[in-house]
């Protein structure tokens, strides 16, 4: 199985003594950067709806953008991003193994890179994947990505001999996969909680991201290759739920 994930806006900068690879789309990454860099304060404030300190911040980071980073400015995908996810998928506690399989399984979906494997060396940045960047291919990161996303998820999963996607992202990060090129069976886990009120599970946004990571853990952890083994997941007390899933929804109740 291919398994994908969302990035997150926070970053964790310390050092890590791994060896990092390139992302397939670094010239696409280098190209957005420097669109953004010719961006305004205001502008840059307004496209992703910023504080004026996150504003200056992204600005500064956007200059000093690297056609080709050495590896004192870049981190490791999967080990530099720091949201809910990532507290779910633990990608720090990962043995060199796992990690390794992650490397063939595991992507991040990225508005300003495409795609990355964990071990992908990236800048530090925040452009998130529904910002209206208008660029020559169009109005936003999605006319930008077109069926790019899609193809490499597609000669991806070829290279792994599977036809399964496992979507652990977010709406707006699977939206940029365009479904017409995508060749792949996808199916998305839902996460949900039970607070016992009588009003029945409910999707809790904070929860669910973390849930997603976890979820990707446990499939490198436990180097799963079918989709029926996912509903055996059961990190942080979440427990399959068949009256509530379908094939392609797999339900998890806490």
């Known amino acids: ?84 996810t990532y507290q779910g998928l633990e990608a720090a506690s990962l043995d060199a193994e796992e990690m390794a399989w992650a490397q063939d399984h595991l992507r991040i979906l990225s508005g300003l890179y495409g795609i990355l494997r964990p ?49 652990c992202a977010s709406q707006e990060y699977f939206g940029a996969v365009a479904p017409k090129a995508l060749k792949l069976r996808v199916i998305t886990p839902q996460f949900m909680e039970d607070k016992g009120d009588g009003k029945g599970p409910k999707i809790v946004s904070f929860f669910a991201k973390r849930a997603r990571g976890a979820m990707a853990r446990f499939i490198i952890q436990n180097r799963l290759t079918d989709a029926e083994s996912l509903t055996d997941f059961d990190a942080g007390g979440y427990a399959f739920r068949d009256d509530l899933s379908t094939p392609e929804k797999p339900v998890f109740v806490r």
């Open 1 to 84: 199985m291919l398994v994908v994930i969302s990035p997150a806006k926070r970053l964790d900068w310390d050092a890590r003594d791994v060896q990092m690879t390139q992302p397939d789309f670094q010239d696409d990454a280098v190209r957005l950067a420097k669109t953004m860099r010719n961006l305004t304060l205001g502008n840059l404030k307004g496209l992703m709806d910023l504080s004026d300190d996150l504003a200056r911040l992204n600005r500064d980071r956007f200059k000093t953008f690297a056609d080709a980073p050495d590896a004192s400015h870049t981190r490791p995908a999967a080990l530099a991003f720091a949201g809910d």
């Open 119 to 167: 071990l992908d060396a990236i800048q530090p940045y925040r452009l998130e994947m529904g910002s209206r960047l208008k660029t020559r291919r169009g109005k936003n990161l999605y006319d930008y990505w077109r069926d790019d996303i899609a193809n490499a998820l597609n000669a991806q999963a070829e290279d792994l001999a599977t036809d399964t996607l496992i979507n």
